[in-house]
């Protein structure tokens, strides 16, 4: 028995995993060369320990919660049909079992403005210390119930707030917690202290703070629990960090990169606010910087585009220098539907994450950066070299000197 709680589970990302694990587990939907990494041959140590049959779905929400995971997921296909109903069908038993727990949206995640009447835990007047101990409840419950199980967020990106001495250690970071200090704590940061509490893993799929600030790793090895983030490596990103190593390996100078995003969708409208779209660009930019070894000019633009919905586009020009000087482009656009490229992610980096708390591995797990856009401790970008990685370590247990991979990404 296993289990993924999902944080954010009644977005877009969130039901069609939610859908997708359900529909394979009724024999309806494809799992080879589905996008799961962890359904091939050569990952077989984790898809036999933690066979997608064995996998329980639970979460935490702000919006719908008068509904189902089935209701919920029916809402988000009717606004995109991003899949064939019939994998909506064939998960509909078990996804109607389901309902999230109410959830927190302190500090960051888009206004009620933007996608109608929420409903929290900050609105029942509870205070962060009471907030945490309902997460933890939480997560304790489905963790009894289901053995081995790990917590992903994959809620909307929030906006980053001034991290203090506080969030330094996990004293002081507690310490703003039983002071209800809100200003200076965020839901993500809330979720994965209840997680990591719990002696349970953690995945950050957005660009939100997470566990990625140094209280939250002090907790992490305390607790003797694996975590990893930041923001799920899907789309444009996974392939500036596919292109940029060819330019490297050729000894092509990049002296440019832009690119502009459009999307819809619940992210398009929390990415159309600046300080949420913020994190969002850094971690895009630095996934070049981090394949290459140095930064060439850039510009990255994400802009709501309401009629693609779940749907994303993305328009890159490449400016390089070649032979004699000489000046060339590459250009390239990118059309995905973000939660079908998402979803099988969200699932890899808990089935790994899972694996890892087997192994008695804890803290960051850096053999996971093939997966992140921005991964904690600024590992090596490169798609080739973090795939390489992350196989050695899921068949050999082999673990990546971390000093090592940071110097690579240094120009010499």
Known sequence: MAGIWLIGAYGAVSTTTLTGIAAIKAGAAPRVQSGIVTESPECDPIRSKFPIEDINLGGSEIRFLD????????????????????????AKNELSKLKATKGTAINGGPGVEAIGELKTLEDDGLTLKE?????????????????EVCVMNTSSTEPHIKLTEEHQTLDGFEGLIDGNKTEKVTASMLNAYAALKQKIPYGNFTP??????????????????????????????LMKTTLA???????????????????????????????????????????????????????TEIKYFPPLVDHK????????????????????????????????????????????KSRGESGPIHELAFFFKHPIDDIIGNTFIQHDIYMKWVNEGTKINVEEMQAKIIQK
């Open 245 to 299: 190593p060819m330019f490297k390996m050729r000894n092509l100078k990049i002296l440019g990169w832009a690119g502009f995003n459009i999307l819809g969708d619940l992210d398009g409208v929390t990415l159309s606010k600046d300080a949420n779209k913020a994190s969002k660009i850094e971690s895009k930019d630095k996934a070049i910087s981090s394949s290459i070894g140095y930064s060439p000019f850039s510009i």
């Open 131 to 147: 907030i945490s101990k309902k997460l933890m409840k939480d997560f304790e419950s489905f963790k009894n119930k289901n053995g």
């Open 208 to 237: 939100s703070h997470g566990a990625s600030f140094p209280a939250l790793r002090e907790l992490a090895l305390k607790s003797k629990m694996p975590y990893y983030g930041d923001d799920g490596k899907t789309g444009e990103t």
């Open 67 to 90: 509904k189902n995971a089935y209701q919920a997921s029916e809402i988000i296909w009717e606004e995109n049909y991003h899949f064939q109903r019939k994998y909506l069908e064939a």
């Open 313 to 356: 586009v993305a328009w890159d020009y490449i400016s390089y220098r070649g032979f004699l000087g000489q000046k060339m482009a590459l250009t390239f656009t990118w059309l995905g539907i973000d939660s079908i490229l998402a979803a099988p992610v969200v699932i890899d980096i808990a089935r790994s994450l899972m694996f890892a």
